[in-house]
C-alpha cells in the first residue's frame, strides 16, 4: 500500500518536493538508493581515474563507462522479468550483495597490485551487472508505495539521489583516492551496499496474493517486449531516451581527459566537475514542482536537450575551470530535467503488473545510448580530439531534436491502470490448468453506417489485447450478414488466460464500453472460449 493515500485537498496543502519523504517505507527506501548510488559513482569515479594511469589510451578510458552500463542494456529485460515474478524485496537485496561481494574482489585486486587495463573494465563490467539488476526492481517499487499525487516529486528524489550521491560519491572517491588509494574506495563501497542490503531485509514488504502460479520466465520476457512494443506512448519515450543519451554520453564518458587538460587538471578538479553537475542537477529535481505548473513534458525534453548541448560545447571550449564549472551546473539541471521528464512518462505508460519489465527495457534504452554514445564518441576522440567528439555531439542532438519534433512523449493524457473487474467465466469440461492454447472469439452487430469508427476502436482493442499478453488477434468480417463482426485473441494456456483477465484495468473497461457502444443486438456479444485440441499422429 502507499505511504499515503491523500484527499484532493490534502494534495493541494502536501505537493511539495519533499512530501513523498514524509512516508516512512518512502524515506527507507530513499536512503537505500542514496546509499546505492554512492557505491555506483564512487565505484565509476575510482575506476575511471584509475584508468588514467593504467594507459593513455582515450578509447580505454572511454569503455571504463560502457563497461559500466552494458550489463543495463545487454540483462535489463531479464532482470525486470524476475523483479516481475520474484520477491521485489529479496531481490533488490541480492543485488546490493552482489556489488558488494563484487567490490571486495576489486579491493583485493587492487592491494594485490594484479589490478591491469582489461581485469578493471571486467570487474567494472561486473559491477554493472548488479546496477542491471537492481534498477528495474527498485522502479517498479516506487509506485506501490508512493501514491499517484506524489509520484513525479517521488522520481524527482529519486533523481536528487542520484546527483546528490553524484556530489558526495565523487568527494569521497576523490578524498580517498589522494590519501589513501583505490583500494580504500572499493572497501568502502563493499560496506556501504552491504549495509544496504541489511537495510532492504529489514522491511515488511506488502504481498501480492494471487490464486494462479508464477509466470515463467521466458514467457514473463515475451510479454514485456509485446507491452512496451504495443504502447505508442512507450515506443517514443525509449527513442527519446536512447538519442538524448547517446548525445550526452560524450562529455560524461570523456570528462576524466576534459579535467587532465583544463588548468591544473587532476582528481580534484574531475570530482568538483561531476560535483557541480550534481548540484546543479538537486536544484533543478527541487523546483520540478513549481516549473511543472507552467512547463510540458515535451517542452522539458525539449529545452533540456538544446541547454545541454550548448553547455557542453562551452565546457570542452573553456579554458579555465571557473568557466567550466558553472556550465557543467547547467548541465546537470538539463541532465535530470530531460532524463526525469522521461522517467515520469514511461512510469505513467505502465500498469503495476509490468512495470519492472517495462522499466527495464526503458533503462536498457538509457543504457544502450550511453553505452554506444561512449564507444562512438570516444573512437572520435581518438582520431581527432575530445573537443570535437563533444562538440560533434552536441551537434548531432539538435539535428536529431528536429527530426523528432512531432514525437511527444505526453501522448494525451495518462491511463487510468486501477484494478478492474474483468468479465470471466468457469470451464464446463475438465482439463489441466496449463492446458491450452485458449481462442476467445467475441461476436459484435453494428450499423454498417459506423464501421470506420468501430474499425478504429477495434485498432485500439488490438493494443489493448496484445499488451495484456495475447499471442494473436484478428478481427473478420461476415461475408453473408453485413455489420456482424468476429473479434479473436489467442491466450497461450488457460492459466495465462485467467492472468490475462487478472490484469484488467479501469482503462480497459473504458475501451470495452466504448466496444459496447456500437453493438446493436438484443443481446450482450457473444462471447466463447475453444480450448485447442492436440490431435494424436
Known sequence: MPDQAPTPAAV???????????????????????????????????????????????????????????????????????????????????????????????AAASLAGVLNAPLLLALTFSNGIGLAMRWPVFAAIVPEVVSKPHLHAALALNGVAMNLSRVVGPMLAGALLASLGSAAVFVLNALLAAGASVAILRWRA??????????????????????????????????????????????????????????????????????????????????FPRWRA????????????????????????????????????????????????????????????????????????LMGGSAVGAMLWGQVAGAFSVTTAVVGAAGM???????????????????????????GTEPGIDFEPDAGPIMVTVEYQIDPARAAEFSEVMRLTRRARLRQGVLSWGLFRDTAQAGRYLEYFVDES???????????????????????????????PKVQRLLADRLGR
Open 12 to 106: 493541494d496543502q502536501d505537493s511539495g518536493a519533499l512530501a513523498p519523504l514524509r512516508g516512512p517505507v518512502f524515506r527507507m527506501l530513499w536512503l537505500t538508493w542514496l546509499t546505492a548510488n554512492l557505491t555506483m559513482w564512487m565505484n565509476d569515479v575510482a575506476a575511471a581515474w584509475l584508468m588514467t594511469t593504467l594507459t593513455d589510451s582515450p578509447g580505454m578510458v572511454a569503455l571504463v563507462a560502457t563497461a559500466s552500463t552494458l550489463p543495463v542494456f545487454v540483462l535489463g529485460l531479464g532482470s525486470g522479468a524476475l523483479a516481475d515474478i520474484l520477491d521485489r524485496r529479496l531481490y533488490f537485496a541480492s543485488t546490493q550483495i552482489w556489488v558488494s561481494v563484487n567490490a571486495m574482489v576489486l
Open 206 to 287: 506488502p504481498q501480492h496474493h494471487s490464486t494462479l502460479p508464477g509466470e515463467r520466465f521466458v514467457g514473463a520476457v515475451r510479454v514485456g517486449v509485446q507491452h512496451v512494443w504495443q504502447s505508442p506512448r512507450m515506443r517514443v519515450v525509449l527513442l527519446r531516451v536512447f538519442l538524448f543519451f547517446l548525445q550526452a554520453s560524450a562529455l560524461m564518458a570523456l570528462m576524466p581527459l576534459v579535467a587532465k587538460h583544463l588548468h591544473a587538471g587532476g582528481p580534484g578538479l574531475y570530482t568538483a566537475m561531476l560535483a557541480s553537475v550534481g548540484c546543479g542537477a538537486i536544484y533543478a529535481a527541487l523546483s
Open 294 to 365: 507552467h512547463v510540458g513534458r515535451d517542452a522539458f525534453v525539449r529545452w533540456g536537450t538544446l541547454t545541454h548541448a550548448a553547455a557542453s560545447c562551452v565546457v570542452v571550449l573553456a579554458t579555465t575551470p571557473w568557466l567550466a564549472l558553472p556550465a557543467l551546473a547547467v548541465i546537470g539541471m538539463a541532465w535530470i530535467a530531460t532524463a526525469n521528464t522521461l522517467t515520469v512518462s514511461a512510469q505513467m505508460a505502465l500498469p503495476n503488473w509490468v512495470r519492472a519489465r517495462g522499466m527495464s527495457i526503458y533503462q536498457m534504452g
Open 397 to 423: 542532438g539538435l539535428v536529431l531534436l528536429v527530426l523528432l519534433r512531432n514525437r511527444s512523449v505526453e501522448g494525451g493524457e495518462d491511463e487510468d491502470h486501477s484494478p478492474a473487474p474483468a468479465a
Open 494 to 524: 488457460w492459466t495465462e488466460h485467467l492472468r490475462r483477465l487478472e490484469r484488467f484495468t479501469a482503462a480497459d473497461e473504458g475501451l470495452r464500453e466504448r466496444r459496447l457502444s456500437f453493438h446493436s443486438g438484443p443481446n450482450l
